[in-house]
């Protein structure tokens, strides 16, 4: 009787599979930006999704920890639940950062070193989703810290990709205003893999303490 009462421990692996979906599909968009910044139709369709992606990702953070809140017994500590779902939910608000930047600094144009972050970008967010689908079952163990560990050399080639970038910019840009608008673009696309990282890190520690 008494734990028919009590609440059950809810679909999680479900919503942070959502939530790490959610986290891919931004970056997606952000890559079809890069690619397609010529087009300012595009441009501000695709601006406007990614903002209607994080949106969504954060109604389903919030619906999360407030599962969280409700559920007697949860198949990971609460502390963790948060940890997570803000950690993939901070990736999607850089996204938006890229984004909402493009506009601000009124970027007339984008480098191939931005599009190769972007991309570097969404291959961690694809890792990472991989990784978190893998989290339902903790069998996986071995299978998601080899993913979490394909995460951190993403981003250590986007530190290269990074620093290349910087080099040239300063090398051979001539227009002061653009270097300064690109230097803080790519700082923001570089800091996607760390986020990436930061939340592979948070799922390293998930699976060690049920391993």
């Known amino acids: 009787m008494f734990s028919r009462l009590m609440p059950a421990d809810g679909n999680f692996f479900e919503h942070f ?22 087009d300012l139709a595009a441009r501000k369709q695709l601006i406007a999704k990614v903002d209607d992606i994080e949106k969504s990702a954060d109604k389903t953070t919030l619906d999360t920890i407030a599962m969280a809140h409700k559920t007697f017994v949860t198949p990971i500590d609460r502390d963790h639940i948060h940890t997570l779902v803000n950690g993939l939910d901070d990736v999607l608000d850089l996204v938006q950062d890229v984004a909402e930047a493009v ?12 599009v190769q972050l972007a991309e570097l970008g969404l291959m961690s967010a694809e890792r990472l989703r991989h990784a978190v689908k893998l989290m339902s079952n903790w069998d996986n163990a071995r299978a998601i810290l080899q993913t979490c560990e394909e995460i951190d050399r993403l981003e250590s080639d986007a530190d290269r990709v990074m620093r290349a970038a ?26 996607l ?14 699976v060690l303490d049920h391993a």
């Open 193 to 206: 893999t760390d986020k990436c990282k930061d939340a592979a890190k948070i799922v390293e520690v998930v």
């Open 103 to 114: 506009v601000l600094y009124d970027l007339q144009s984008v480098t191939k070193e931005a």
């Open 17 to 38: 599979d959502k939530l790490a979906g959610q986290v891919v599909e931004g970056n997606k968009v952000l890559v079809d930006l890069l690619h397609r910044f010529d």
């Open 166 to 191: 910087m080099s040239k910019l300063f090398r051979d840009e001539e227009n002061v205003k653009q270097v300064i608008k690109m230097k803080a673009v790519y700082e923001l696309l570089e800091e």
